[in-house]
Every structure is written in structure tokens, then in C-alpha cells.
């Protein structure tokens, strides 16, 4: 089983900058890639970006250009920055790990991102 601790959410004013991280723990071997998704209120959870495991990114539109998702496989971690931030990013945030070709998956707990002046 591999566990996901989120930290670096809060409040930050329209145009400001957050860096997200989420650290792997336990069961890791293997892991094929990992996202950030967010869910805001009244809406569906929403994949945000996702890293592979060779280092390929994607994003969705909405954060094309404002947003980086980066891995160091060396501490287990994944990294959400949040650049030219919109109040519509506000959204609890969570980080997937994801096992191709299997119905394996872990979530984090979330973390609260507020955009707001």
C-alpha cells in the first residue's frame, strides 16, 4: 500500500504562486505515474496534470502554462507548481498514484487551495 501526504496548500491572493508537494510512502515500487486532481465545490473531481514515469507531462487547458508538475523519483515525491493563480483554482487538491494496466490506485487526503483577494 503506498501512502500520499500532501503539504504547501493555503490561501493565496489572485496572481500569486503555491508549490504543492506529495510524498510517496510505503509500497511504491512501480509506480507508473502521478497526478494532481481537484475537485471544487459542486463540481467533479478534475485531473489537473499528470507526470509519467519517463518524466512526460500533461496538463489540462485551464492550467496550460500557469502550472508545472515535476517528480524527484529520489524522495519520492510529486510537486504542483501553481503559478498566475485564478480564483476558479479553487479546489481541495489531491495527488494519485497510478498502476497501468491494473485497477491499483492511491489517493491522497487532500489539501485546500484558496484563491481569493
Known amino acids: 500500500q503506498v501512502q500520499l501526504v500532501e503539504s504547501g496548500g493555503g490561501l493565496v491572493q489572485p496572481g500569486g504562486s503555491l508549490r504543492l508537494s506529495c510524498a510517496a510512502s510505503?509500497?511504491?515500487?512501480?509506480?507508473?505515474?502521478l497526478a494532481w486532481y481537484r475537485q471544487a465545490p459542486g463540481k467533479q473531481r478534475e485531473l489537473v496534470a499528470i507526470?509519467?514515469?519517463?518524466?512526460?507531462?500533461n496538463y489540462t487547458d485551464s492550467v496550460k502554462g500557469r502550472f508545472t508538475i515535476s517528480r524527484d523519483n529520489a524522495k519520492n515525491t510529486v510537486y504542483l507548481q501553481m503559478n498566475s493563480l485564478k480564483p476558479e483554482d479553487t479546489a481541495v487538491y489531491y495527488c494519485?498514484?497510478?498502476?497501468?494496466?491494473?485497477?491499483?490506485?492511491?489517493w491522497s487526503q487532500g489539501t485546500q487551495v484558496t484563491v481569493s483577494s
Open positions: 494519485k498514484a497510478i498502476w497501468n494496466g491494473t485497477p491499483l490506485y492511491s
Open positions: 507526470v509519467t514515469s519517463g518524466g512526460s507531462t
Open positions: 510505503g509500497s511504491i515500487f512501480n509506480i507508473d505515474s
